[in-house]
């Protein structure tokens, strides 16, 4: 009876080691992000001028990154503080309806956009059977970190839950599902890519061919796994300044500082 009731109490101190570690987890966001800092920082999300007005929620945002629990939770609290600036830095970026003169600065206007304006193509690599596209449909950038290309909705939807192949605008109508694939991509090592992820946490290790392209860890090296085919190695690009303005914008506001290498103008992008 002894042995009964001991092994019972463990199971009782177990399961309620379970549920607070749960807790613990689910709130860190919550902890890093205040609701009133969300609002400051996506001061202009729900103008109605943004097409995206209504969609990028409080709520869709830390309901996706329960299901990251290592986003913004690993190392000193100013370590998760960077990180989560770093990200919002680029989503906003990539949804930015800012402009030079706009109200509240040109930093006070990410997540404006779901989906990408005028696409030039149907981002299809149809050179890619792992992730073949399906017909009439399209795969360019959604979401917060504007999604593109089958190669990336079809691991995307995969890890996810959704089949991202045959339903790509479910990151342009389900606004959790949003949150989650730029949490994905982000997150996400893709050879020869680190993740952004174990950049902004200090963790990404260059080998010598990243040595030898100046691939150096910092904000910047986070745009070239993003877009670094686009932007980097080009001294004094327009978006690489934004991307910095944001982020320099958030890290003010998290109270926490930026570090070097904010740009990739010297980095040569990925193969």
Not at 85 to 92: E, N
Not at 210 to 235: H, Q, V, Y
Not at 242 to 256: M, T
Request: charged share 15%; proline share 6%.
């Amino acid at each position: 009876m002894a042995q009964h009731s001991f092994l019972l109490v463990c199971f009782y101190l177990s399961i309620s080691s379970i549920l607070i570690f749960g807790q613990t987890e689910a709130s860190s966001i919550e902890s890093l992000v205040l609701r009133s800092l969300y609002d400051s920082i996506f001061i202009h999300k729900d103008n109605t001028a943004c097409p995206a007005n209504g969609f990028y929620t409080y709520e869709s945002f830390v309901q996706a990154t329960r299901r990251f629990p290592r986003f913004g939770s690993v190392g000193s609290p100013e370590m998760r503080r960077l990180e989560v600036a770093a990200f919002l830095a680029q989503i906003s970026h990539e949804t930015t309806g800012g402009w030079a003169t706009a109200p509240d600065g040109p930093y006070a206007w990410g997540l404006c956009f779901k989906e990408e304006v005028s696409p030039q193509s149907t981002y299809c690599d149809s050179s890619n059977t792992q992730w073949p596209c399906f017909p009439n449909k399209t795969y360019q950038g959604r979401g917060p970190i504007q999604l593109s290309w089958n190669y990336n909705y079809g691991p995307a939807g995969r890890a996810l839950g959704f089949d991202g192949l045959r339903n790509p605008e479910t990151v342009s109508t389900n606004s959790v599902i949003a949150f989650q694939t730029a949490l994905w991509f982000w997150m996400t090592s893709q050879s020869p890519k680190p993740s952004c992820h174990d950049v902004m946490i200090g963790r990404y290790r260059p080998t010598e061919a990243d040595l030898a392209a100046n691939r150096i860890g910092g904000f910047g090296l986070t745009t070239n796994i993003i877009n670094g085919g686009l932007e980097c190695g080009i001294p004094g690009d327009g978006r690489i300044n934004d991307r910095i303005g944001y982020f320099q914008r958030y890290a003010g506001l998290f109270k926490v500082a930026t570090g070097p290498n904010l740009d990739c103008e010297n980095q040569r992008p990925f193969a």
